[in-house]
């Protein structure tokens, strides 16, 4: 199942398919005794995609079975061990994708010529991803990190290695001991092409940074410059060779404070934004000021969801689940809506936007 997504990616899933391009969506839960639930839950809605594919009159039979093997493909690589808050298949003539969110998202099966990507783009700007480098003598480590959970990302050409060498004792001794090991030529190249593979997947997928390793080695970095220069450095040595549960222990105290004082910070400029006129708070407003393009700054409290349905296509109200027009996913479609106009979206602590009622917007005019 798929977690990371880049800009690339997402580029690649908004791409035209064959009709019919088939979204599934599905909540789903961690631990039991939900998951058995979840698994019949999950049968039942790509059940429900094959009656509406068999429906469809615009579907060949040739096309209507290749796109229901893709399904039950998809479904045969569901493992619900691994199972967050939502599941998203897509399958189209030739294709299909399995994608674990740690969001929510409404049951629904979507027939289109694209997928429905709006859910994997909320979930993701929840997320916060970042970068972490675990940087040693002899090896590289790249890892994905989010909110809770940190993972070894396979690629760019990580992780980067380089044979050891047996140091001369009597050199070492004359020049001093272990820390002279960063002070060789060959691992400050190696270094600086850690360095420079970094900076291509940042081109890529622009996100925080952080490197780890020996004091030695990020004052090395430092002098090489690039992007590890610039990233944050957290003395740490032994993670290049560690599992993921030592990198988040060593991680998370740092990310959980910046998520504090990012919500802070968030707050700070809500209240000015307040004071001079340029606020919008709750869905209804947000998602009129979204469509304008006039949203900057959006914050939305973590698990704040709302089901709603147009009236008039002007004003939102609130609506049921399963009620007939409803939107179950209005709160991600603000929140694709203000990223694809440039805005900062940031989640926030559940009931920090209270007298909000769980949305605002600072807005650019």
């Not at 593979?197 to 410059?225: C, F």
């Not at 290049?240 to 400029?269: C, F, K, L, N, Y």
């Not at 009931?351 to 949305?359: Q, V, Y």
Request: aromatic share 6%.
């Amino acid at each position: 199942m798929e977690h990371a997504l880049s800009p690339t990616t997402l580029t690649e899933l908004r791409r035209p398919r064959p009709y019919p391009a088939v979204s599934v969506l599905t909540p789903t839960h961690r631990r039991e005794p939900y998951r058995a639930q979840d698994q019949v839950r999950l049968r039942n809605v790509v059940a429900e995609a094959k009656k509406q594919l068999e429906a469809d009159p615009s579907v060949t039979r040739e096309r209507r079975t290749d796109v229901e093997r893709q399904l039950d493909q998809a479904l045969a690589e569901v493992d619900l061990t691994y199972a967050e808050d939502g599941l998203v298949i897509f399958a189209a003539p030739g294709e299909h994708q399995v994608w674990s969110l740690a969001r929510t998202v409404p049951e629904r099966v979507v027939l289109s010529d694209t997928f429905l990507t709006r859910n994997l783009v909320s979930a993701q700007a929840a997320e916060r991803p970042y970068w972490v480098l675990s940087v040693s003598a002899d090896r590289v480590t790249l890892w994905n990190g989010s909110l809770d959970r940190i993972t070894e990302a396979r690629l760019g050409g990580f992780p980067l290695t380089r044979r050891a060498e047996n140091f001369d004792a009597e050199r070492r001794e004359q020049i001093g001991d272990t820390p002279s090991t960063f002070r060789d030529e060959d691992i400050r190249h190696f270094l600086k092409d850690a360095d420079s593979a970094m900076s291509t997947i940042l081109r890529r997928d622009p996100r925080p940074l952080y490197v780890t390793g020996e004091q030695a080695a990020l004052s090395l970095l430092t002098e090489i410059g690039g992007s590890t220069k610039i990233a944050v450095h957290v003395p740490h040595g032994g993670l290049a060779h560690g599992t993921h549960d030592a990198v988040w222990q060593a991680i998370e105290p740092r990310i959980t404070a910046e998520a504090r004082e990012s919500a802070g910070a968030v707050m700070r400029e809500l209240g000015n934004a307040q004071g001079r006129k340029a606020f919008a708070a709750g869905v209804d407003e947000v998602w009129r000021s979204a469509r304008e393009g006039r949203v900057r700054l959006l914050a939305v409290e973590e698990n704040y969801r709302a089901t709603v349905r147009g009236e008039g296509g002007d004003h939102l109200i609130p609506a049921a689940s399963g009620d007939l027009d409803a939107r179950e996913d209005i709160v991600d479609e603000i929140v694709e809506q203000c990223l694809e106009t440039g805005a900062e979206v940031r989640f926030v602590p559940d009931g920090t936007l209270s007298e909000a009622r769980g949305i605002a917007g600072v807005l650019r005019y």
